[in-house]
């Protein structure tokens, strides 16, 4: 399972429905927050993620990204916390994201640790990784990509059945690629597992121009989240900005044929009236929603259906 709550959808500044931005991933039992703006705690109140988050992946060093951390640091220690936490940045972050972590009198009362990771590098979990990808902005800023390893084949247990293969332990054994002998016979996993199936793909980009870079990383992902900031008659300002019209975003996904394209990162203009945005990205790639604060996105694999995981309630996608 791969569960996505947006806890703050807004661009720069917070307003009086989105907050500013941040990203709940839950993965199994790994819980990660992809940025974490101003805020960022109460939302996670708010939306039930709780606060057992191992691993912090901020895109750049604007404050609407990452000063959330210091209260949310705070809130742990006054939990009780004990585990560790790790913090990772884009190359130059870490002098201060330390000053953010240690900002104030309050000793952190559990060990933390800064890394720099550069695009193209990858911090390695337990059967997937979380790799960086340049991204283009005003400042030294990459986008993140969760990387599932793939999945074993589908076991046929008619097939296995049929070759008299009792069920139990012999099935595990298969099924984990291993060979087996049956009443002198010897079973090979080919004979009743399908081949490898691929693992799941998500995409964040944080802020970023439209690039090439991300184009690449997202190709074929089950769902890319991008900023989409302004509508294409803003474009000017856009690029000012290095930010990316709904249009724009749409356009990125067009070429790497997410999925799903969740567009986040709004201006406060837009705040109340997502639907110029949706519009304009729709038109573009047909497969896109416009998420608000408290979207949860459960992302499926690659052969389920997208559109049965959006869902309605807490989860639906208000345009």
Known sequence: MIRLTFLG??????TVVRNVSGLAVQREGDLMLFDCGEG?????????????????????????????????????????????????????????????????????????????VGP????????????ACSASHRVSAVGWAIV??????????DRARALGVPEGPLFGCLHRGEPIEVEGRTITPGEVVG?????????????????????????????????????????????ETFHST????????????PD???????????????????????AIFPATRVAHDGF???VPFADEPVEAAVGDGSGSVRP
């Open 9 to 14: 959808t807004a661009a720069s500044r917070p």
């Open 40 to 116: 960022t705690q109460r939302q996670m109140m708010r939306y039930g993620t709780g606060f057992n988050v191992g691993s912090i992946f901020v895109t750049h060093l604007h404050a609407d990204h990452f000063l959330g951390i210091t209260g949310l640091l705070r809130t742990m220690a006054l939990q009780g916390r004990v585990e560790p936490l790790s913090i990772y940045g884009p190359p130059g972050s870490a002098p201060l994201l330390e000053t953010t972590v240690t900002l104030g009198v309050d000793r952190i009362p559990f060990a933390f640790e800064i890394n720099e």
């Open 120 to 131: 193209g590098e990858s911090v390695q979990r337990d059967g997937y990784a979380i790799e």
């Open 148 to 157: 599932e390893e793939p999945r074993l084949g589908r076991f046929d247990v």
């Open 195 to 239: 081949i490898a199936r691929p693992g799941r793909l998500v995409v964040y980009t944080g802020d970023t121009r439209p690039c090439e870079s991300v184009i690449e990383r997202a190709r074929n992902a089950q769902v890319l989240v991008h900023e989409a900031t302004f509508c294409a008659d803003e474009r000017e300002r856009a690029r």
């Open 246 to 257: 709904a249009a724009e975003a749409a356009d990125v996904a067009r070429q790497a044929q």
């Open 260 to 282: 799903l394209l969740l567009l986040t990162h709004l201006s406060a203009r837009y705040s109340d009236m997502a639907a110029p945005l949706l519009d304009e990205a729709q």
């Open 296 to 298: 949860v996105f459960e």
